[in-house]
């Protein structure tokens, strides 16, 4: 996408006001609303940054997984008004509500998400925050999974926990956090389960390197790949994933 494009886009997106509608149960609106709102659009900052590095020249069809109650999806509702906007989570009320409130379609989500059946042919898939809770092997297994829905040049943002994680945040849920840090200092992923957190199943908390990310990306074929440090909120990292080889010419 050219920046004249992605400028027009934000100019667009900047002018109007972002919905203020929020659901009672939206914990991430507990951090407060001054950082629930910037957080949401640094959101937005990232999805431009990632599309001015792709081929993709419109976008009418969005993926927000995990949506949870709109921190992310009111601001890519307002940013392309006119896109189908799936939200998708684990919790079907926080995708029930983005569906009602900002007009898009709501898909329950699974434990696996490979037993959930996502559409095909998604022009931008925005994963924030679903990789800082899970092991090595799903995030390989998953990455894959998502980028077999994206559309010819289409694009996929995700966030991880990298170093700055590492370094400025005390871990929850009674996870192993020795064993992280560990693993994450030696092998480049570190992840242990939730223990004190009901109903999270196997998920938990990770830390992984640029380094180990972009090894699972370049096992990925058919796709070109982008890593930003502290791309999201100027705390979790981005990797881009555009769904076009990165041996093949435009």
């Known amino acids: 996408m050219q920046f004249q494009q992605i400028s027009q886009l934000f100019s667009a997106y900047d002018s109007k006001p972002v919905s203020e509608e929020i659901h009672p149960n939206d914990v991430m609106f507990n951090t407060g609303q001054s950082h629930y709102y910037t957080v949401g659009k640094t959101g937005v900052t990232a999805v431009l940054t990632a599309l001015a590095m792709s ?51 709501s898909i329950h989500s699974q434990p696996d998400l490979l037993r959930v059946a996502l559409p095909r042919n998604l022009d931008l898939i925005w994963i924030g925050s679903l990789f800082t809770h899970l092991d090595k092997q799903r995030t390989d297994a998953w990455l894959r999974y998502l980028v077999d829905h994206l559309s010819e040049h289409g694009v996929l943002v995700s966030t991880f926990h990298g170093y700055f994680t590492d370094k400025h945040t005390t871990m929850h849920g009674g996870v192993d956090e020795q064993r992280i840090r560990r693993d994450f200092a030696e092998v480049g992923f570190g992840y242990a ?49 555009n769904k076009n080889d990165r041996l093949q010419g435009f």
């Open 55 to 105: 081929w993709k020249q419109d976008v009418s069809s969005i993926l927000d997984l995990p949506c949870g109650h709109g921190r992310v999806a009111r601001h890519l509702r307002l940013l392309f008004p006119q896109a189908k906007l799936y939200c998708c989570d684990i919790d079907a009320e926080g995708a029930d509500f983005c569906a009602r409130t900002f007009g898009g379609i």
């Open 193 to 241: 389960p939730y223990t004190t957190l009901e109903g999270m199943g196997d998920y938990g908390f990770s830390l992984s390197k640029p380094s180990a990310i972009l090894d699972i990306a370049d096992s990925i074929p058919g796709v070109r790949a982008s890593y930003i440090e502290r791309g999201w909120a100027n705390n979790h990292d981005v990797l881009v994933l």
